[in-house]
């Protein structure tokens, strides 16, 4: 498993924008998905209210019981709608907003903002004419819906998630079903999937 596939930098939220380090293990989430992997030393180090958070959601994981990953298939998956299957694109700031997301106009009586028409309100578009991987797809070219959920002892779970962890070696998972999330844990990395609740 790859620590940098479990983040996600254009996330709203700036902490989850990079993995980070935790008690000398190194984390990356999206909200969704957590993994714990060892140590690499070129992130930083979390602040006291993000660490505390992580070791409240680590700790349940204590004491589970993991046994070995049900055989399950994914869906088919879609073509991707950032890069069009390509598997390559890039954000670039819209040339109309300047990467505001709105413009301004004045005509002479009044001042006026509205949303951007070019990029929906973004501050941003995509082009698929570039060398870097899609950062929805992954570079695969294509992507799965997000109610293609398949039921994994008992937790719903996006295929998106398990995509990344289904070919991990010795895969073993813990499902909390009252909490609606997949734990997993293949050699020295493990975290958990959050589930869908419909």
């Known amino acids: 498993m790859n620590i940098e596939d ?5 996330e709203r ?3 989850l924008r990079k993995p980070f380090i935790v008690d000398g293990r ?12 060892a ?22 994981l204590d004491g589970k ?5 049900p055989k399950i298939t994914l869906p088919d998956p879609t073509e991707c709608f950032i890069c069009a299957g390509a598997g390559k694109s890039s954000k670039k700031d819209c040339e109309e907003c300047v990467g505001e997301g709105d413009v301004y106009f004045y005509n002479g009586f009044n001042n006026y903002e509205c949303e951007c028409d070019s990029c929906g309100g973004d501050g941003f578009n995509y082009c698929q004419s570039t060398d870097e991987d899609c950062f929805k797809c992954r570079g695969e070219g294509v992507i799965y819906g997000w109610r293609d ?3 994994v002892l008992g937790v719903k779970v996006n295929a998106n998630y398990l995509r990344l962890i289904i ?13 609606k999330m997949l734990a997993f844990r293949s050699g020295d990395d493990y975290g958990l999937i959050m589930g869908l609740t419909s």
């Open 13 to 15: 939220r700036p902490d």
């Open 39 to 60: 140590l690499n030393k070129q992130y930083d180090g979390a602040g006291d209210e993000q660490a505390k958070r992580i070791r409240s959601i680590l700790s349940g």
């Open 167 to 179: 070919d991990a070696p010795n895969l073993e998972v813990f499902a909390d079903i009252e909490k």
């Open 65 to 69: 019981q993991f046994g070995p990953m």
């Open 26 to 37: 190194t984390i990356a989430s999206n909200g969704h998905i957590l993994m714990s992997a």
């Open 6 to 10: 479990f983040y996600d930098a254009d």
């Open 149 to 151: 959920a398949p039921v």
